[in-house]
């Protein structure tokens, strides 16, 4: 039990110093993008940002989703990748909380940010100051778009990713199998449990 508390600090302490460095790479790259660009370009960027959130959230969920025997047998015929799918599905909690709390909320914050340059961008471009009604307007009018297509992706994504979790999660194991065979970086420990071995030890 005091074992399962100190790794689970562990991991919380080890994932708070990545979201703090993500979050502030991306916050410079998103910076940097929308610097010197029309309203119309800095949109198209917030939508992007939106979109790798979805992305990401897709792919947490269908990592809870998925059940790690399909890619057994896929292991079993060598296929590349499907060792990797294995860890990711015995992993599938953290692997979750990385795509859809960290890059997601990340995403989230960032959009949100972003969301702000433009619309301030928009209001000095068609010669309103800054604080006046129509910025108000427009922030509340493109904070609420955003939002609304964040929250209807991330639905869509989610039902996409439960019905459609194997084929997923191999070509995620896919790239994987590049980062960690060919580029010889390990992103997960070999010693996680199968999904079926904890359900039983629940019950």
């Given at each position: 039990?005091?074992?399962?508390?100190?790794?689970?600090?562990?991991?919380?302490?080890?994932i708070?110093?990545?979201?703090?460095?993500?979050?502030?790479?991306?916050?410079?790259?998103?910076?940097?993008?929308?610097?010197?660009?029309?309203?119309?370009v800095?949109?198209?960027?917030?939508?992007?940002?939106?979109l790798?959130?979805?992305?990401?959230d897709?792919?947490?969920?269908a990592?809870?989703?998925?059940?790690?025997?399909?890619?057994?047998?896929?292991?079993?015929?060598?296929?590349?990748?499907?060792?990797?799918?294995?860890?990711?599905?015995?992993?599938?909690?953290k692997?979750?909380?990385?795509?859809?709390?960290v890059?997601?909320?990340?995403?989230?914050?960032?959009?949100g940010?972003?969301?702000?340059?433009?619309?301030?961008?928009l209001?000095?471009?068609?010669?309103?100051?800054?604080?006046?009604?129509?910025?108000?307007?427009?922030?509340?009018l493109f904070?609420s778009?955003?939002?609304?297509?964040?929250?209807?992706?991330?639905?869509?994504?989610?039902t996409?990713?439960?019905?459609?979790s194997?084929?997923?999660?191999?070509q995620?194991?896919?790239?994987?199998?590049?980062?960690?065979?060919?580029?010889?970086?390990?992103?997960?420990?070999?010693?996680?449990?199968?999904?079926?071995?904890?359900q039983?030890?629940?019950?």
């Amino acid at each position: 039990m005091k074992h399962s508390l100190l790794k689970t600090i562990h991991w919380s302490l080890g994932i708070a110093v990545i979201t703090l460095v993500l979050a502030a790479i991306f916050s410079i790259i998103s910076t940097f993008l929308l610097s010197g660009v029309t309203w119309g370009v800095g949109m198209i960027i917030v939508l992007l940002i939106v979109l790798i959130g979805i992305f990401f959230d897709t792919i947490g969920v269908a990592a809870t989703a998925a059940d790690e025997a399909p890619f057994h047998a896929m292991a079993a015929k060598k296929l590349a990748g499907a060792k990797e799918a294995v860890q990711i599905t015995r992993n599938a909690d953290k692997f979750a909380n990385f795509c859809n709390d960290v890059i997601g909320d990340i995403s989230g914050i960032v959009s949100g940010t972003a969301s702000a340059y433009v619309v301030l961008q928009l209001a000095l471009q068609l010669g309103y100051e800054d604080g006046s009604y129509f910025q108000f307007f427009i922030s509340v009018l493109f904070t609420s778009v955003v939002a609304a297509l964040t929250v209807s992706g991330k639905s869509i994504g989610k039902t996409v990713a439960i019905q459609f979790s194997t084929p997923i999660i191999y070509q995620v194991g896919r790239l994987l199998y590049i980062i960690e065979v060919k580029l010889k970086i390990s992103l997960f420990s070999k010693n996680g449990k199968s999904k079926r071995k904890e359900q039983k030890k629940r019950k």
